[in-house]
């Protein structure tokens, strides 16, 4: 087998350079990245962004138009030399957004069938469907039929199902995105759960900012078919790459600047920022800046204040989300804060915003 000449110690999934086209159109474009063993990496991005095609990838499902993929230091597929390694030869378990479950089968024989299909005997079979349902808290329910299993459990077993061979790697496609809202943040945690007690090393896709959040150690934002940013969440949060992914991420509102008497103002008002002293970029080319939602608040003070028009005020159980609008007749921005008081529509008020939490952007 062919070996990864870069190979580094303890990378799961090395990609260097992928693309993927259907004919002319670039579906994914120069993506690299490593993952090392044992982590999670959530790809986020919003729908058509590429991230199943991605996962796709990976799993074998389809070979790249450019660039190489390798596993655990070994070539799955490099589209320069025509390697392709299938599915079932790169090791991975796999759970899809609608379970591809069979409905007519028990959950024991759905969960079985990865091991069938490495021709492994009855007895063994039995053995480890037994232990991977106990692994998702599906014990004993071997024998139940999947049409009577609730939304949660059938995700469950596929879940057992994607363990099952006891791969090192495994995929996940939106699996929870079909589950209320109360079920996902469970099955959010149960599924840390077991791939930390496996040592599991997991790409997860979702558009779901929270469950990236909350599962990985690595978020790759991606946009139109690369990659805006990759990091941890924390790095992610406190430093955004672009106003795209500031945007994405709602990290609060990205405003327009202009450079005028030696000092940045909101574009359409006579507010301006301080410019921090360490700004790698001095030389006058910001052009946005991002203003968090919690460096916002109401002020009675006009004194170093910008005056806003409120346009809606909606009450969020820790206040109230107000939305205001600034600026003249030529630039309007509307920002959004949370308030202690609702504000009637079409009132003045004045917010402060405290300048130690701006970010400043060039793009
Ligand atoms: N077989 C195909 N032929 C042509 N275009 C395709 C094919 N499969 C996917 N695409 C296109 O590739 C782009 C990325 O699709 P992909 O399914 O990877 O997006 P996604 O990020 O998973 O979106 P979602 O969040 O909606 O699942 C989309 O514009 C899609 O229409
Ligand atoms: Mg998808």
């Known amino acids: 087998m062919l070996q990864d000449p870069t190979l580094q110690d303890k990378i799961a999934v090395n990609i260097n350079e992928l693309s993927l086209a259907y004919g002319k159109t670039t579906i994914l474009n120069n993506i690299s990245l490593k993952l090392p063993q044992g982590q999670t990496l959530a790809l986020l991005g919003p729908s058509g962004c590429g991230k199943t095609t991605l996962l ?20 799955v597929a490099d589209a320069a030399s025509g390697t392709f390694l299938p599915p079932e030869k790169r090791h991975l378990g796999m759970v899809f957004q609608d379970y591809a479950l069979w409905p007519h089968m028990s959950v024991a024989g759905n969960v079985s069938f990865p091991l069938e299909m490495r021709g492994i005997n009855r007895s063994e079979r039995e053995k480890r469907v037994k232990t991977a349902l106990k692994r998702v808290g599906l014990g004993g329910f071997e024998n139940r039929s999947i049409s009577d299993m609730s939304g949660g459990q059938q995700q469950r077993v596929a879940i057992a199902r994607a363990i099952v061979a006891e791969p090192k790697i495994v995929l996940f496609d939106e699996p929870l995105s079909n589950l209320d809202r109360e079920l996902r943040e469970n099955m959010v945690t149960e599924i840390k759960q077991i791939v930390t007690n496996l040592g599991l090393t997991a790409v997860y896709v979702t558009h779901d900012q929270s469950e990236a959040f909350a599962l990985a150690d690595q978020v790759a934002i991606m946009r139109s078919g690369h990659i805006e940013q990759l990091a941890d969440p924390q790095n992610l949060v406190a430093n955004p790459a672009n106003t795209q992914v500031a945007d994405f991420l709602r990290l609060g509102c990205v405003m327009p600047v202009e450079y005028c008497s030696q000092d940045y103002k909101i574009r359409g008002t006579s507010y301006y920022l301080q410019t921090p002293q360490y700004s790698p970029d001095h030389g006058h080319n910001h052009s946005h800046v991002l203003i968090p939602t919690r460096a916002i608040s109401a002020t009675s003070s006009h004194d ?17 989300l107000t939305t205001v609008r600034i600026g003249d007749d030529n630039f309007t921005h509307e920002i959004t804060y949370l308030d202690h008081i609702p504000r009637p529509q079409g009132s003045q008020t004045a917010l402060a915003i405290d300048h130690s939490q701006l970010r400043w952007f060039s793009n």
């Open 56 to 75: 796709r990838l990976i799993a074998g499902l389809l070979p790249p138009t450019k660039g190489n993929i390798s596993i655990n230091g070994t070539i």
């Open 304 to 320: 170093d204040s910008v005056t806003a028009i409120v346009l809606r005020s909606q009450f969020r159980g820790d206040g109230h």
